[in-house]
């Protein structure tokens, strides 16, 4: 079953902070963050791999709790360039571990 | 360039026809995967091959059919176009294990 992301949608001022939350009714095994621009492919942002585990690039950060069934991604002083649709991807721990992507969260950043 | 790429682009075609899109990658990758993008930017795993084998088919109608002739290229082909497979169609591939996912441009689909 598809991971759950919320918001939906996000429109920010630059400068300003986003939260975006996935969250999966299934036990998760790994969590995979990707971005998409507008017509353009998914771009990898990070992977978590243990429960507790955070991760950090530039000022975009993500945290795994595994026990919840959940990960969050943390966009600090958001740029322009941070627009665009973000998807959470998790594992399902199987022999393929098939990657199922969530519901997506487009951020808008605006000047 | 190191990249995954797809051909055509764009594919604009009449219902009940057939049609294929390619995809390559130059990477390295042992895995490569299709992936549907419908209207609503749903990401969905269609199908999935490792070393010419496939391993993954999700609930998709027979009328889609991959083939991966070497580790490096995996096709679909489509026969007997429908409006609801209209959507934007993206080839992935990576390294065994990891599933670190590289996405090709992807290919646009529309069925009139």
């Known amino acids: 079953q598809q991971p759950v992301q919320s918001p939906q949608a996000v429109i920010l001022r630059e400068g300003e902070d986003a939260v975006i939350n996935c969250s999966s009714s299934?036990?998760?095994?790994?969590v995979h963050w990707y971005r998409q621009k507008h017509g353009e492919a998914p771009v990898f942002l990070m992977i978590?791999?243990?429960?507790?585990e955070q991760k950090g690039h530039d000022k975009i950060s993500a945290s795994f709790n595994e026990k919840k069934q959940q990960s969050s991604l943390y966009l600090t002083a958001s740029q322009l360039s941070y627009s665009g649709t973000y998807f959470c991807?998790?594992?399902?721990?199987?022999?393929?571990?098939?990657?199922?992507f969530g519901t997506g969260t487009l951020l808008a950043v605006q000047p | 360039d190191t990249a995954v790429s797809q051909t055509p682009k764009y594919l604009v075609t009449q219902m009940g026809n057939d049609k294929s899109i390619k995809c390559e990658q130059n990477?390295?990758?042992?895995?490569m995967y299709w992936y549907k993008q419908d209207s609503k930017k749903f990401l969905k795993i269609m199908f999935s091959?490792?070393?010419?084998?496939?391993?993954i088919n999700e609930t998709v109608p027979n009328r889609f059919s991959p083939k991966s002739p070497d580790k490096a290229h995996l096709n679909l082909h489509i026969n007997s176009l429908e409006l609801g497979d209209s959507a934007v169609y993206f080839c992935?591939?990576?390294?065994?294990?990891?599933?670190?996912?590289?996405f090709g441009a992807g290919s646009r689909l529309t069925v009139l």
């Open positions: 990477l390295g990758h042992d895995t």
């Open positions: 299934k036990a998760l095994y790994s």
């Open positions: 978590l791999l243990k429960g507790g």
């Open positions: 991807g998790t594992g399902d721990g199987g022999a393929t571990n098939k990657l199922i």
């Open positions: 992935a591939s990576c390294v065994s294990g990891a599933n670190v996912l590289t």
């Open positions: 091959y490792n070393n010419k084998e496939l391993i």
